[in-house]
Structures are given as structure tokens and as C-alpha cells.
């Protein structure tokens, strides 16, 4: 049995949404993601299962305001520290290193994210399903085009504080009113569209708690692990995945998880 056109398109705007909050990481890649309050953790792609090589990592589809920024963590080289200061020196670092991840006008388009996410997922879903009439699909329709313009417009002006380039800017805008799905996650877009060269470890370090930075001291050495599997015993890559190694356990020792004393 064939199914209605609607349930069809339906399925083709949650594949769509999906799709674009799906990352495939490399090994020494690692994402920081900024959730309600301000705070952060952090994410690993599912290392037992590979796409084209690379790790898949699928974003929360049910938080389309959250940022999440995408960085590299050196496996053939000792991990940078975090260093150690006093309270007041550490949480002024860490408001530093927030800020250099998600500037702070990039919260002001998350109204937008929700609008269209609800409009996508909520209303025009349940005004077919509801048989609502034309008229209000094509008022949905038109509001859900005017979220996106009016984010658009917003983040115009905003590509300097965001190191968006006009480039990144246009390809951005593009694809948010040709695929409304992408829209949704246009606060993620516009995270992924710039470039921070930080380190994942050294603003883990420094946005993280302990038990969560002993966690990614756990993920990257199951990662280096992994990758000194490939190596014969006197290759020079595997050498310096040895000493990273040592540098992560060292890591992993001096930063305990409270839970386990």
C-alpha cells in the first residue's frame, strides 16, 4: 500500500532536518555544545560505527537553539593543559573561551530556530493532518518564509561579530530558503560556518567540569587506541600516538571522576 503524499513529505522534512544535524567527525575531532544556562559539554561520534571513515555524530534535534561547535584536539602531540589559577582567574578565562566559541549575537537567532522548527514540526504538520484548510497552510507557510527572512536580515549585520565571511553568509541564506528544514538549524549553521582553531581539549578543559573532562580524556584515548591498531610497532606515526598517550592517561589519573573517589 502506497502512502498519502503527505505522510511522503513529511518524512522527506524530518530526513532533511536530520540530516543536516548530523556531523561525520574525524578521529581527533570532537564537538562542545552550549545547552540552557550556559553550560557546556561535550560530544564524541559513535566511534563503534563509521560513515565514509569518519564518526557520525546527530546533534539533538529536539534543541535547535543550541550551538554546537565543531574542533579539532591534537592525537600526534601532547594535549594542551588548561593550566591551573585561582577562581576568579579560571571563571574569567572560561567566559573568555565561551565567547570565542559562540559570540554573543548568536543567540539572538534562536527565537528564529524555534519559529521554525515549530512551524515545520508543529503547526503545518497538524493543520494538513487536521484538514485546516488551505488558506491557514499557506498563512503557516508565509510565516515560516518571514522567520526565515527575518533571521536572515538579523544575521546580516551580524557576519563580523561572527567571522562569517559574505561567502559562508550567502551559502547560508541560500540553502535556508531553498531547504526550510535547514533553517531550523540555522544557529548551528551559522556556529559551523566559522572557523575557531582552539583546541577541543584546552576549552574543555577550561568549560567543563571534572568528571566531564575525565570523560574526554577517556574518548581520546579509546580513539588513539584505535588508531595505533593501524600501525606497525616501529612506525613513527604510532610513536607519537604512544606519547600522546601517555599524555591523555596522565590527563585521565590527575583529573578523577568524584564519583569514584
Known amino acids: 500500500m502506497s502512502l498519502p503524499s503527505e505522510a511522503l513529505l513529511a518524512a522527506l522534512i524530518i530526513g532533511l532536518y536530520l540530516k543536516d544535524s548530523l556531523l561525520l567527525l574525524a578521529p581527533d575531532e570532537a564537538v562542545l555544545v552550549r ?107 508565509a510565516a515560516l518564509y518571514a522567520s526565515i527572512a527575518a533571521a536572515l536580515a538579523m544575521l546580516w549585520p551580524l557576519r563580523g561579530p561572527l567571522g562569517l565571511s559574505q561567502r559562508a553568509y550567502a551559502l547560508l541564506a541560500f540553502e535556508c530558503l531553498v531547504c526550510p528544514p535547514y533553517a531550523a538549524n540555522i544557529v548551528r549553521r551559522a556556529a559551523a560556518a566559522r572557523t575557531v582553531p582552539d583546541d577541543f581539549v584546552a576549552l574543555a578543559g577550561q568549560l567543563l567540569p571534572a568528571a566531564a573532562r575525565a570523560q574526554v580524556r577517556r574518548e581520546c584515548l579509546a580513539r588513539i587506541d584505535e588508531q595505533l591498531e593501524a600501525f606497525d610497532e616501529g612506525d613513527a606515526a604510532a610513536e607519537q600516538l604512544r606519547r600522546a598517550r601517555v599524555h591523555f592517561a596522565a590527563g585521565s589519573a590527575d583529573e578523577q571522576d568524584p564519583t569514584t573517589g
Do not use: C
Open 35 to 141: 545547552g540552557l544556562g550556559g553550560h557546556w559539554h561535550a560530544g564524541f561520534g559513535a566511534r563503534g560505527y563509521k560513515l565514509a571513515g569518519r564518526e557520525p555524530y546527530l546533534a539533538n534535534p529536539l534543541t535547535p537553539h543550541a550551538p554546537v561547535v565543531r574542533l579539532r584536539w591534537r592525537m600526534t602531540g601532547p594535549a594542551p593543559d588548561p593550566g591551573v589559577a585561582g577562581e576568579g582567574a579560571a571563571a574569567d578565562g572560561a567566559g573568555a573561551a565561551a565567547l570565542r566559541l559562540v559570540p554573543v549575537p548568536l543567540a539572538r537567532l534562536a527565537p528564529f530556530a524555534w519559529a521554525s522548527w515549530l512551524l515545520l514540526f508543529g503547526l503545518i504538520p497538524a493543520a494538513v493532518l487536521a484538514q485546516w484548510g488551505v488558506t491557514f497552510v499557506l498563512w503557516a507557510l
